[in-house]
């Protein structure tokens, strides 16, 4: 069985991963259990960069191989934010809360056909020898005028993808991880996992 570290501290980006490569001979290690965690500053100016600088702390931590991701969510009424700066829209110390606000604030006076947007997602997997691989997911939607649903995390109450007339926070978790740009990603990544020698 194949080790990576999950980097993400993040419950519900865990249990999508999980999910989403269950039938790759793979065994995931958690934040849980690698504690102490490394303080990592994401400073790079795309989600890629801040994929691997996430991926390549986490493997100079643990000498092991390492999958991380970035996310955002990019409102063309805002020409794209908040984008790499979704987690901490609100600023430093942002929650979900306080980023949502901060958007539907924002966006009070933009109609209902003006408020499309995306997530994307870039996933990076980093062995200790410098090996990368990545892919790139993206799922086109917009912004509701008012959030609906529980589920999810992040901005998915307030995000109805393309073709369908319920938010991410409403939609199942197995429905959503079928059409999420998190998905997509994984899934591109495991694609070219299985087409090379890198789990060996």
Same mark, same amino acid.
């Given at each position: 069985?194949?080790? #990576? @570290?999950?980097?993400?501290?993040?419950?519900?980006?865990?249990?999508?991963?999980?999910?989403?490569?269950?039938?790759?001979?793979? %065994?995931?290690?958690?934040?849980?259990?690698?504690?102490?965690?490394?303080?990592? =500053?994401?400073?790079?100016?795309?989600?890629?960069?801040?994929?691997? #600088?996430?991926?390549?702390?986490?493997?100079?931590? /643990?000498?092991?191989? =390492?999958?991380?991701?970035?996310?955002?969510?990019?409102?063309?009424?805002?020409?794209?934010? *908040?984008? @790499?700066?979704?987690?901490?829209?609100?600023? /430093?110390?942002?929650?979900?809360?306080?980023?949502?606000? %901060?958007?539907?604030?924002?966006?009070?006076?933009? *109609?209902? &056909?003006? %408020?499309? $947007?995306?997530?994307?997602?870039?996933?990076?997997? @980093?062995? *200790?020898?410098?090996?990368?691989?990545?892919?790139?997911? =993206?799922?086109?939607?917009? #912004?509701?005028?008012?959030?609906? &649903?529980?589920?999810?995390?992040?901005?998915?109450?307030?995000?109805? *993808? $393309?073709?369908?007339?319920?938010?991410?926070?409403?939609? /199942? $978790?197995?429905?959503?991880?079928? #059409?999420?740009? %998190?998905?997509? $990603?994984?899934?591109? !990544?495991?694609?070219?996992?299985?087409?090379?020698?890198? !789990?060996?």
């Amino acid at each position: 069985m194949f080790e #990576i @570290v999950l980097g993400t501290a993040n419950p519900g980006k865990v249990n999508e991963i999980v999910k989403l490569w269950s039938d790759l001979p793979v %065994r995931f290690i958690t934040k849980e259990q690698m504690e102490p965690w490394p303080d990592i =500053v994401e400073s790079g100016d795309t989600y890629l960069e801040n994929a691997l #600088i996430k991926a390549r702390a986490l493997v100079e931590f /643990s000498s092991k191989p =390492v999958l991380a991701d970035d996310s955002g969510i990019e409102i063309d009424a805002l020409d794209g934010a *908040p984008g @790499v700066k979704s987690a901490r829209f609100a600023g /430093s110390g942002a929650t979900d809360a306080s980023n949502n606000l %901060r958007m539907a604030h924002l966006l009070l006076d933009v *109609p209902e &056909g003006s %408020r499309t $947007a995306r997530y994307r997602c870039v996933a990076v997997l @980093v062995k *200790p020898d410098g090996t990368c691989l990545d892919a790139e997911g =993206v799922c086109e939607g917009s #912004i509701a005028l008012v959030p609906e &649903g529980e589920g999810g995390f992040g901005y998915d109450p307030w995000f109805v *993808p $393309a073709g369908q007339d319920k938010t991410f926070g409403q939609l /199942s $978790a197995e429905f959503k991880d079928s #059409i999420s740009h %998190r998905g997509e $990603a994984l899934r591109r !990544l495991a694609e070219k996992l299985k087409s090379t020698d890198f !789990l060996t």
